[in-house]
């Protein structure tokens, strides 16, 4: 795997400062899975009585972590939770020993926390194909135990990197009238992305004290509209997880229909998955796309995703060509409803093409300004009905190529 060392443009300027999440903590190692030196471990803890709730991949060929997470979600327990995440090596399509590694590791973290294995989560992220080393992830087991820690979450995000080029992080602060519920979330993810759900390692964590029901009902219906609405290069993993912990420490309970604290769990979802794509292997340029107009929502997401999955288009916005044909194209290709002399396409405010033919006042060289921008708005208005629907992508450079032409050298 090339080891990647240049900052994406589209980076936040730092980490942000995360809130503590108490009950819950932190440590990292260098179990060297695949390099020597490199932090690629991170365990989380979370006390007894506190609920997970887990969203997966669906993937026909999902790894065997991704396979025992899903077995093990929804089953009632007071016990602790812990969540243990390598990098560097993907557990996937490693048949029987795949199963064993999984088998190993949670049997080891479940001995050394004295909890029930049926609590113990694992994720493993990186190369495809290749035996997991285990031993050497039980081997830092007792060193990530001694080292937990209530402040080590910003450190646990950069353990589970691979090509990312920075660390994810995200936070909201929801005040109630017993006080203040804190989320904090962390993710990587950078290339095979694409919805079902995305593709990415995704971990959010709450003081707030929740049902595991509602915690997973919260986290299904806000992935829908958040880390399945992104795309990098249309091709979806085999590890695709998000973990979410309530540990309950504030004391305030939430209940399914608290607007305010879904509507910051969404933010927290949300920035994640736009960290993601802005950290797109190669990426220059944050895209959004807006379809509206649609015969309905299905159609309108059908639509925006034949736009941002399009080589064609994202070339295009990478040479900062505003070449609105493309967007055409995929419209057309996608399946979906349509109608070629009632479509609208706008690059921000500026209207490019309306009812089927190009705007009278459009100018190419403003399209042309319009595309050096680092962050581009495609607007297609369908016009065939009320169907709407947003999803975030990026361009695709000679950079995605150089990664991933020697991903596994």
Known sequence: MAVVTKISPLAPKAFPDLPVIKGVRFATA??????????????????AGSSVAGVFTKSATRAAPVLDCQDKIGKSSDAGVAI??????????????????????TSAVANSKNMPVERVFTSSTGVIGEPLPHDRVIAVIDELNRNLSENALKDAARAIMTTDTYAKGASAVVETPAGPVNIAGIAKGSGMIAPDMATMLVYIFTDAKIEQSVLQHMISSITAQTFNCITVDSDTSTSDTLLAVATGASGIAIAEADKEFS???????????????????????FVEINVSGAANDADAKTHAM???NSPLIKTAIAGEDPNWGRVVM???KSGAAADRDSLSILFGDILVAKEGWVADDYREEDGANYMK???IVLNVDVGIGDGESTVWTCDLTHGYIEINADYRS
């Open 30 to 47: 260098a179990a060297g899975v695949r390099y020597q030196g490199r932090t690629d471990v991170m365990l989380a803890v979370a006390d």
């Open 373 to 375: 921008n680092d962050h």
């Open 330 to 332: 995929a419209i057309g």
């Open 306 to 308: 034949a736009i941002a």
């Open 263 to 285: 509507d910051a769990l969404n933010s927290v979802m949300l920035e994640l998955a736009h960290l993601v794509v802005r950290d797109g292997e190669g990426a220059s340029k």
């Open 84 to 105: 243990l995440v390598n990098s560097g090596n993907a557990n996937a399509f490693t048949g029987k020993f795949g199963r064993a590694s999984v088998e190993a590791i």
